[in-house]
């Protein structure tokens, strides 16, 4: 076997996102908690919870592949899938399909996932407003607008 096949290299750059892979892990989580299923109502239950907590690393993966204003969009649909989920822990609680334990652990997870996924969504929108108010700072140094598309630099 060569280096370069010993070598570890990920293709699909959203796999390495922190916020992708605790994404994955909160699966993992619910993967672990619906085999305890007892009935048709709870492993129902658990069927749909687990669609929506996928389509949170759904979110994150296909809107990495786009420009900044498309991922900040898939992000914001990522939040509202985990909102779903907090609906999802409340009702499988309530029902006793959750014990107060792994309540309190998927609540956790869920809350780590909105804050990395709000300190994502606030980087890139960061970054993109800089980029447009460098475009604006270029255009107001010009004297005339017919020149500022020869001063940028693509």
Not at 30 to 49: C, G, M, P, Q, V
Request: negative net charge.
């Amino acid at each position: 076997m060569g280096q370069d096949e010993s070598k570890s290299t990920t293709f699909f750059r959203f796999e390495d996102l922190r916020v992708y892979s605790k994404a994955i892990g909160f699966v993992t989580l619910l993967t672990e908690a619906s085999s305890l299923a007892t009935n048709d109502i709870e492993s129902h239950f658990y069927k749909r919870f687990l669609e929506e907590a996928t389509l949170i690393a759904f979110n994150i993966a296909e809107g990495s592949s786009k420009n900044k204003s498309s991922f900040v969009n898939q992000l914001k649909s990522a939040k509202t899938n985990i909102r779903k989920c907090v609906v999802f822990t409340t009702i499988g609680r309530q029902n006793d399909f959750i014990n107060n334990e792994k309540e309190e652990e998927i609540r956790k997870q869920l809350m780590e996932l909105t804050k990395m996924i709000g300190a994502l969504i606030i980087s890139l929108q960061k970054n993109n407003n800089n980029y447009h108010h460098e475009i604006n700072d270029i255009h107001e140094s010009q004297d005339g607008i017919d020149d500022f598309e020869e001063n940028i630099i693509w």
